[in-house]
């Protein structure tokens, strides 16, 4: 990662921690190309779009670059940090084929160990990652201890405030509130906390192209922390 400019951002009540890092990788371009040379047939029942498996040898430079800054970020004391998974991934779901839960802001897993690496390999305009606050529960991070109760209190307010509109969500909604915004600039990484109540930012008239040189192609790689 030489050559970029890294802070660590505290957002919202809970302070949870985002890694932000600027020029992230010395030579993005070939991430592209690599990009452009994969198959993109891996599907998730909750990513609107499609996937490819991320190079073996990109995963283990992003697990070390973040690793040398979890410590400070984290408060990491010893432990291991490992590659869980990671995919080159590219939007292509329209708002009308999103399931009702595409539409809210989603988290990865209650473990706080899971940490969510995000690197946007696509130019502004493709819409960044937003950060969100659940109003009714006032949650920033679904652990595994709040998990039921958020389940539940999520039902009664589909109940109340009826089903989300059929759209990606921006900004602040009747049920979320957005504490942290990121917009998408090519060779911008992103490290977060996977329990962290997150989504991505698409803009309205979206440029849904599975073409990584023209689709919203990012990097998204999964660690795991275990102290």
Known sequence: MSGHTL????????????????????????LVEMATTSTFDLESAYYPGVRAPAP????????????SVGPEAFGWQGGKLSVHEGYFSIVTKSPEELMPIQCIPHYDGTDTGIIAVLHYLCPPGHGGTAFYRHRTTGFETITEGRQSSYKASLEADARREGMPQHDYIRGSSAMFEQTAAYEARFNRLLAYRGCSL??????????????PREGRLTLNTFLFYEG
């Open 7 to 30: 802070q660590i951002d505290r957002i919202g009540f809970e302070e949870q921690p985002v890694i932000h890092v600027d020029n992230a990788f010395p030579d993005p371009e070939q």
């Open 56 to 67: 073996k040898g990109y995963l283990e430079s992003v697990r070390d670059a973040i690793a």
């Open 198 to 211: 997150h989504s991505g930012m698409i803009p309205e008239n979206p440029v849904l192209s599975d073409n």
